[in-house]
């Protein structure tokens, strides 16, 4: 793959990530969402393909004719840029494991990512028994969670309603919501309001066998 230029995450290359990045699309379907031609949407798709963000594949779907052309997110990465006072940086990571999960957290505010932070490091076993993790609201004195696992007993009795301190000596509460995956098929197939407003709002911080993802995708598919 070539080093990512910053001119593919720019302007109508960019645009086209975002929309890929939230679900696979053809270039037909692209250029309508982003009110374009399809030949400019195609000609921007090659350049993105040759640095290697995104993919063809065809289409399951039964149409007469040839075989639908759908792009897909190829990689997942964070392009960085850093300056400080002496220092000013550029750099690409690759979106994966734990380092993943930190660059989710940058993305909320630096208090909540420091106590879901801490959190994760003092109470690593949870990484191991769930699924995924996601952030959902924060609150002056909390912050709530919401966890898919196998070990719903387990976390609720063991990871939910603990305090943390930051270097302040200032606490908040991690407050974990946490269901198995029968129950998150069953609320959503029942349309039930919770877990529709939960997987509409809910943040992803750990996830990663997709899992989230998939259930927000079929929440969206409703």
Not at 45 to 55: D, T, W
Request: glycine letters at 4%; proline letters at 1%.
């Amino acid at each position: 793959m070539q080093d990512i230029s910053e001119e593919i995450l720019c302007n109508s290359k960019w645009l086209i990530i975002k929309e890929i990045a939230q679900k696979t699309q053809s270039a037909s379907e692209l250029a309508t969402v982003l009110k374009t031609s399809v030949s400019n949407v195609i000609q921007q798709l090659k350049l993105i393909e040759a640095y290697g963000l995104v993919r063809k594949e065809k289409s399951t779907e039964k149409n007469i004719g040839k075989p639908k052309i759908n792009y897909a997110l190829n990689q997942e990465f964070v392009y960085a840029l850093m300056v400080n006072q002496g220092r000013a940086e550029k750099k690409y990571f690759k979106s994966e494991g734990i380092s993943k999960m930190m660059f989710n957290l940058l993305f909320l505010s630096s208090d909540d990512a420091y106590y879901i932070m801490k959190f994760s490091i003092k109470y690593e076993e949870i990484l191991k028994k769930c699924k995924a993790i996601g952030f959902i609201k924060s609150t002056r004195d909390s912050i709530e969670l919401f966890v898919i696992t196998d070990h719903v007993d387990e976390i609720r009795a063991k990871f939910s309603n603990l305090f943390i301190e930051d270097l302040n000596g200032k606490t908040k509460k991690i407050i974990n919501w946490s269901h198995n995956d029968f129950e998150i098929n069953d609320g959503l197939d029942r349309g039930d309001k919770y877990f529709m407003d939960m997987l509409k709002n809910v943040q992803v911080i750990h996830d990663p066998g997709n899992v989230l993802i998939r259930y927000k995708a079929k929440r969206e598919n409703i």
